[in-house]
């Protein structure tokens, strides 16, 4: 997916802000849609590490994630979150099971003959796809004149920072991410003929 370049009236901004919000404040985040810089999330209360445009102030800061990208922040929309080992929640409402590879998925008294094949395409979305309690995959949103740009990132969390890092090929979380930023597409009107 890489980028979506998306004109600004033809996204149901507010339908993705109450999905993507219920489902990240549901996962026990404090904030749904925190500002990004220099490949951070930064979250309230910590937004006196931002650099501020020049006669802002923290209370300058808007709630609202839109007017916040309008004072011109990028802000993260988390998609997929651990949930199990295993397992992506997104807020889709699916979950994403990615088979560990090294077959710790399977029971050592298995039959190899049972066990499941892969095709090798299979096998790279299974790769190239994090999945463990300190990742999960967002959308990195920013606005540039009348268009929005949702670009796919991976959420890395160590050490109380939350690194964002961009990503060409979300492996198994790819799709189902496209499909979510294009469910919130409205239809063009219908002429009447």
Known sequence: MSIFTIPRSR???????RTVSKFVLSRGADEAF???????AIFLPDHEELTLPDGMGLEDIPDDPIERLDAGFDLLAQFAMWQDFGELACADGGVIEVPDLDDGDFDDDEDE????????AQRRLIEKTECDECRSYGFLISLDGA????????????????????VVDAGLVEEPMAKF?????????????
């Open 113 to 120: 003959e049972e066990r499941p094949l892969l095709t090798a």
């Open 11 to 17: 996204f149901d901004w507010t339908k993705f802000v």
């Open 147 to 166: 268009k929005l740009n949702f670009q796919t990132v991976l959420v890395s969390e160590s050490d109380g920072d939350c690194e964002v890092d961009a």
């Open 34 to 40: 925190p500002i990004v810089e220099d490949g951070k």
């Open 181 to 193: 930023i294009n469910s919130f597409m409205k239809k063009p009107a219908r002429r009447k003929t």
